[in-house]
């Protein structure tokens, strides 16, 4: 299959040959049709996070599922699936819990043991986030694997995967937005946006999207957003407080700058729950 092997910090990836092995019991090969490029991924590639080369990077993804190993029961050939980035035994504590979340034995090959998933000319390569999904194909456990309708396009629904997730999840799982609350979100890309409408699902009253960037204040209110700020032109704090009279609930920040990290915290009322989501 056709891979985009990652060869290490500050070095461009390139397309190569590399040879996949057959599922193991409880495996899935899955074909690949949509891989989004999370901005993690180019921490990596940027080498601001180290990670083993050669490897193939890629964790947002969505495909279609061309064979399962023995002990495969999730999932058959033919199914449209997400990847999920939280791989889990299914057997220790955490997982028979119900925190799967939690687990501390993610399920890998033994590299003692067992053969390498991926090689190239020879050379194992490493598998990120037990994913790799900037390939034609993919191995993985059946447990990071999410099974989800034929009728969803695949290309859309890779960005569920993680960016949809983390900031929806954000919004629902991390800071429960309450009914009738005010959220501020910080940074309209797409998780940014995605915490926008975990907002609107979680029945907030008001919802004020911060950006420089018209064009992304505009998609945030097609998306959710009742009022949006932006930040190349006005004090998004002083905005935010006048809007709502002494600041918001809940405020996001998808951007992973400091400054906006300070007013994400800064445009709280008193007892408001900061999220940063980057």
């Not at 049709?33 to 080498?47: E, I, K, M, Q, R």
């Not at 999904?133 to 569920?160: F, S």
Request: proline share 6%.
């Amino acid at each position: 299959m056709k891979a985009a092997v990652f060869h290490g910090p500050n070095q461009d990836l390139t397309i190569e040959q590399v040879e996949i092995d057959d599922p193991m019991p409880n495996e899935v090969l899955v074909r690949t049709v949509g891989s989004g490029v999370c901005h993690s991924d180019l921490h990596f590639v940027d080498g601001f996070y180290p990670f083993p080369a050669p490897a193939i990077l890629g964790h947002e993804a969505a495909g279609v599922v061309e064979k399962v190993g023995s002990a495969v029961t999730y999932v058959q050939p033919g199914d449209h699936v997400i990847l999920c980035l939280s791989v889990f035994c299914g057997q220790c504590d955490y997982c028979l819990s119900g925190k799967t979340h939690l687990c501390q034995s993610r399920p890998v090959r033994n590299p003692k043991t067992d053969p390498p998933k991926l090689t190239w000319n020879g050379t194992p390569v490493n598998q990120f986030a037990s994913i790799s999904g900037y390939a034609e194909k993919m191995l993985v456990h059946e447990h990071a694997l999410v099974k989800i309708t034929k009728e969803m396009p695949l290309d859309k629904a890779a960005l569920i995967g993680c960016g949809v997730t983390t900031g929806v999840g954000a919004a629902l799982n991390t800071a429960r937005v309450e009914p009738g609350s005010t959220v501020a979100v910080w940074g309209c890309g797409g998780v940014g946006l995605s915490a926008i409408q975990g907002a609107r699902i979680a029945g907030a009253r008001q919802i004020i999207a911060v950006d420089t960037f018209e064009n992304k204040l505009a998609t945030a209110r097609e998306l959710g957003a009742t009022h949006s700020v932006d930040a190349s032109s006005h004090d998004p704090v002083a905005a935010i407080k006048e809007m709502t009279g002494g600041g918001v609930d809940y405020s996001f920040e998808a951007i992973g700058l400091k400054v906006a990290a300070e007013q994400c915290f800064n445009a709280l009322r008193p007892g408001g729950t900061a999220t940063v989501m980057a």
